[in-house]
């Protein structure tokens, strides 16, 4: 079974720009979740989406944003960028399990903003 | 909100030494999981463990829940065990969300 994929795998945009990154998670799985890390923050939690729904949000701007569509892959965006959102964006997929859910992570789009 | 302790923060071994990493937590927890962060960024599973011990090679992890405390060890390590280990937790509350630890840098030098 193929992994997470995420497009692009690296991005350098300028102070005011958008993005959008993209997440295609493992066949069978339909709950997306995004990360963003950092060396300061380490990795946090931006936001979850189920069956086309966001189901939980980070602690993160408006500026911040994402959909699922019918397939379950998945997009964030973010707009007006800053240089604080240079990242590591780290999507992940998971299905439930025993207990709880089980996550699996793809490789992850790296943003520079200058 | 949930705190993630992972001690040591770093580590320097010789290769084929062993080690265990420590992870606790402050509350209650659905799920943990144990992940290696390659030298490219991705996070690489090791292991599922809400509870009780697992073992895959030479790796192996045990979570007493009870307590909120998750160990993993690796046996024999080699050079290509470095890397970033990290802790991570389910809370409870039907949210998949992941609180991840600050992380164990491990570095095996031959």
């Known amino acids: 079974k193929a992994g997470v994929t995420q497009t692009p795998r690296y991005l350098i945009k300028t102070r005011g720009q958008q993005v959008t990154l993209s997440c295609s998670p493992i066949s069978g799985h339909r709950s997306v979740s995004w990360y963003q890390q950092t060396p300061g923050q380490g990795l946090q939690f931006l936001f979850e989406?189920?069956?086309?729904?966001?189901?939980n949000k980070g602690n993160f701007p408006g500026r911040f944003s994402g959909r699922q569509f019918s397939n379950s892959r998945s997009e964030m965006n973010v707009s007006t960028l800053e240089l604080g959102d240079s990242a590591l964006y780290l999507c992940?997929?998971?299905?439930?399990?025993?207990?709880?859910?089980?996550?699996?992570f793809g490789p992850g789009t790296r943003l520079t903003v200058t | 909100g949930i705190q993630v302790e992972q001690s040591p923060p770093d580590l320097i071994l010789q290769e084929g030494a062993n080690s265990t990493l420590r992870c606790n937590f402050s509350?209650?927890?659905?799920?943990l999981q144990w992940f290696h962060q390659n030298p490219w960024g991705q996070l690489i599973n090791l292991f599922y463990?809400?509870?009780g011990t697992k073992q895959n090679g030479r790796l192996s992890a045990t979570t007493v829940a009870t307590e909120r405390y998750s160990l993993l060890y690796i046996s024999s390590s080699q050079t290509t065990d470095s890397g970033v280990y990290f802790c991570?937790?389910?809370?409870?509350?039907?949210?998949?969300?992941?609180?991840f630890g600050k992380g164990t840098k491990l570095t095996v030098n031959p």
């Open positions: 991570a937790v389910e809370t409870q509350g039907g949210s998949e969300k992941l609180v």
């Open positions: 992940a997929s998971s299905y439930r399990a025993l207990e709880g859910y089980e996550q699996y």
């Open positions: 509350d209650s927890v659905n799920n």
């Open positions: 463990i809400p509870s």
């Open positions: 989406y189920f069956s086309e729904t966001q189901r």
